[in-house]
């Protein structure tokens, strides 16, 4: 008698947990564990599996039929795209809004902000595809608003996403074209800024406005929503600050 009891009360347990599948923009991968975790100490019955990726990737993906429940993207465009779609549940909402800076291993003279770019020692220049990750073609704007891109394509080491961008700095390229979030990680600490980095002067691209979504084919509506709401909370927004965000 006690096994069967046992038993249905394993079942239950089972039937009432939930699981969303979140697709993240790469500059959030940074922050999503502790994201993650401080969602399951609310919500220790809802699993979260994490898909990153760039934005483009994964709004092409949703598109297709891809079984996301919630899209967090690294800008407006994309999440607002899915709803004018009729493929999200609403209209897209602002969690955070990230920032650009440039990043090296090897100590340079960061006094001279972005124009670093044109420098004769820096030959090789990490960015994101601007064709589908919001901070590559932010990248590209800051560039053109200073008036160097023409002079510092010819550089550029395209990667897929912005987490990938990161990678290419630390091992192939002089400089990258980051999102200042990653520097808040653990790997990233030990750099230090106007010796290994600095932000880009934010007035020389768009504000990254980064937005989400939840996706109207979730088959767990409620799961989702709950991750959509903490997303919004106070305890999600300390955390977002504590990885440079605004």
Do not use: C
Not at 102 to 130: H, M, Q, T
Not at 141 to 162: D, G, P, R, T
Request: hydrophobic fraction near 45%; glycine fraction near 4%; charge should be positive.
């Amino acid at each position: 008698m006690m096994k069967k009891v046992l038993l249905i009360t394993l079942l239950a347990l089972f039937a009432s947990a939930s699981q969303i599948k979140v697709a993240v923009a790469a500059n959030v991968s940074f922050a999503i564990d502790d994201i993650v975790s401080a969602f399951h100490s609310k919500y220790p019955d809802v699993k979260v599996a994490v898909i990153l990726g760039s934005s483009g990737k994964l709004n092409a993906q949703i598109k297709r039929g891809a079984p996301f429940d919630v899209f967090l993207a690294a800008n407006i465009r994309y999440p607002q795209d899915l709803f004018n779609n009729g493929l999200a549940t609403s209209r897209a909402k602002v969690y955070a809004q990230g920032g650009l800076a440039i990043f090296s291993v090897k100590k340079r003279d960061f006094s001279k902000g972005i124009y670093i770019a044109k420098e004769s020692s820096i030959s090789r220049i990490a960015i994101a595809n601007p064709d589908t990750a919001p901070y590559g073609k932010a990248t590209v704007e800051a560039l053109k608003n200073a008036k160097i891109y023409a002079k510092v394509k010819y550089k550029f080491a395209y990667a897929q996403s912005i987490s990938q961008t990161v990678q290419y700095a630390m091992t192939a390229a002089d400089i990258g074209f980051i999102a200042k979030s990653s520097l808040f990680s653990s790997k990233m600490k030990r750099f230090k800024k106007g010796i290994n980095w600095v932000v880009v002067d934010k007035n020389l691209y768009t504000p990254i406005k980064q937005a989400m979504v939840i996706i109207k084919a979730t088959k767990s509506p409620k799961a989702s929503k709950e991750f959509y709401d903490f997303i919004l909370s106070k305890d999600a927004k300390k955390i977002f600050k504590k990885y440079g965000y605004l």
